[in-house]
């Protein structure tokens, strides 16, 4: 096992006899010689005090060296040795823990081969957690002082008609976003425009959101509901009990008057219930994608006037159609009904998947599970560096704006390496057979099943399916081809 030597000693103790930097050296050498381990190297620290660990060259070399992995045993004469302060044992503790490095001390006897070794860890441990919920508390309050005082948080970046430049504060007005805020607040105000109809202005006109995305009526209706224009601050925006606002210190946009009257007719909105339940007679609504824009596909009712009857056809289109955004059109129920029996039907003649011999198999499982670890243990590290960024700024040694860079840095570097993470998880599953069963399950059961219960079924069975219609010269209405169907298991 690595083991790092650690030895202190301060100015006054350096006469004592037996807490001579040799002395401990000599002992914790012997120690190690004892326990078979190896010694990684020895970090000393002389003529200093235990306070704390600040100004202390060879803890900070062994702490790095620890976050590196080289070190995985940290051995000491005494505790004190190392800190004489609690806050930094358990800082310390923690940071062992983390990096999967044990800790062992000659006079305490804590041995983490040992129970009792292991329960002092653990108690510390126990401190730690309470110091971090401590911490996370004074951070709340902290960042609920700052909305109060009238900064915006806007963790991810500025409402759309604002900036924020960096380092600075107080958001700016841009002035073209601002024109095409008090644009949509007309439009829906004044023009009586649906949320949609909105959206599609917006995006014939080339104008994108902040996020160079295009429009949709979600993204509208977040503007209307936005108190920012009216120059409030919020927090808690998406938590309806904790939510707040407060009076900002950025110049508002929107008069409120006609901030209220927008609200005022959401509000309405809601009131009247535009979400209709899924009719059984299209029973798919919600487990359509569309491949091309990865967007959710909705449903459609459209009358016809024959000379006995009125024919009404059922189906679904892409959302983004509707928005001039998507070349996926229309798609009748009875279509996606037939492309989907096929593709059942396809997967269950499918047999004899697997031509991949077990070696072969356990070969690949082993490969992942070697990436797997090493992503884990790179999660692991950004946990611990999110903790010490917060830490960071509870100590005042950063600023708010820091804090937030910093932890929006690791947020996005978590996201990456927990998507991977999944991938590499779901990939080493083998579950060639699993869709089958299901798609034979189907297969078996699908023509008996009336319209309810064949939704009911998909609920149980499917997530999404993805699917296209593909226009050929000859074909007017299309073709309806199911690109992926993704199973609940
Ligand atoms: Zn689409």
């Known amino acids: ?75 000491v004469f005494k505790i004190d040795r190392l800190t004489r302060s609690t806050a930094d044992l358990i800082y310390l503790v ?97 023009n009586g425009l649906t949320l949609t109809d909105i959206a599609r202005r917006l995006n014939l ?19 209307l509901a936005n108190c920012n224009y009216v120059g409030d601050v919020r927090h808690h925006m998406n938590d309806s009990r904790h939510k707040r606002e407060y009076d900002g210190l950025h110049e508002a946009i929107i008069p409120q008057e006609l901030f209220d009257a927008a609200n005022g007719i959401l509000e309405e909105n809601k009131k009247v219930g535009i979400t209709k339940p899924p009719n059984d007679d299209k029973y798919f609504a919600g487990f359509l994608v569309c491949a091309k824009c990865g967007y959710k596909l909705k449903t459609y009712e459209s009358r016809k006037k024959l000379k006995t009857k009125i024919q009404i056809t059922v189906g679904y289109v892409c959302r983004n159609h509707t928005l001039g955004t998507c070349t996926v059109g229309s798609m009748s129920h009875k279509k996606v009904e037939a492309a989907f029996e096929e593709y059942i039907s396809e997967i269950a003649d499918f047999d004899a998947v697997d031509t991949r011999s077990l070696a072969e198999e356990e070969k690949a499982k ?50 990456v390496l927990g998507a991977e993470l999944e991938r590499l998880k779901a990939a080493q599953n083998p579950v060639a057979s699993k869709p089958q069963e299901i798609a034979l399950n189907f297969k078996k059961n699908w023509d008996g099943l009336s319209n309810p219960e064949r939704r009911a079924f998909l609920k149980q069975f499917v997530e999404r399916i993805v699917i296209e219609s593909v226009k050929t010269k000859c074909d007017y209405f299309g073709q309806v081809k199911i690109r992926e169907v993704k199973w609940r298991m």
């Not at 006109?205 to 503007?223: D, L, Y």
């Not at 010490?388 to 978590?414: G, H, P, W």
């Open 205 to 223: 006109r080339g104008i994108s959101t902040k996020q160079g995305k295009t429009w949709a009526s979600g993204k509208v209706r977040r503007v």
């Open 94 to 190: 923690d940071l062992f823990n983390a990096n999967d490095c044990e800790f062992n001390s000659l006079m305490e006897s804590i041995d983490t081969q040992t129970a009792s070794g292991r329960m002092f860890i653990k108690i510390i441990g126990i401190f730690a957690e309470f110091e971090r919920e401590n911490i996370i508390e004074r951070t709340r309050v902290g960042v609920e002082r700052k909305v109060k005082e009238g900064y915006s948080l806007c963790t991810s970046s500025a409402s759309f008609g604002y900036d924020r430049v960096k380092g600075q504060k107080i958001q700016t007005v841009n002035p073209a976003e601002a024109e095409v805020v008090r644009d949509i607040f007309g439009m829906f105000v004044d």
């Open 366 to 415: 082993h490969d992942n599970s070697e990436a797997i670890s090493s992503l884990e243990n790179k999660l692991k590290n950004l946990e611990t560096r999110e903790r010490e960024t917060l830490e960071r700024y509870v100590r005042n040694e950063i600023d708010f704006e820091d804090y937030r860079q910093m932890k929006d840095l690791v947020a996005s570097d978590k996201q």
């Open 1 to 75: 096992m690595e083991t790092a030597i650690y030895v202190r000693v301060s100015t006054e103790e350096q006469a004592q006899e037996g807490f001579s930097i040799r002395a401990q050296e000599q002992k914790l050498k012997d120690y190690v010689r004892i326990k078979d381990w190896s010694i990684y190297k020895i970090y000393a620290d002389e003529g200093i005090s235990g306070k704390d660990i600040t100004g202390r060259p060879a803890v900070k070399e062994m702490i790095t060296d620890i976050k590196a992995g080289y070190v995985k045993n940290v051995l």
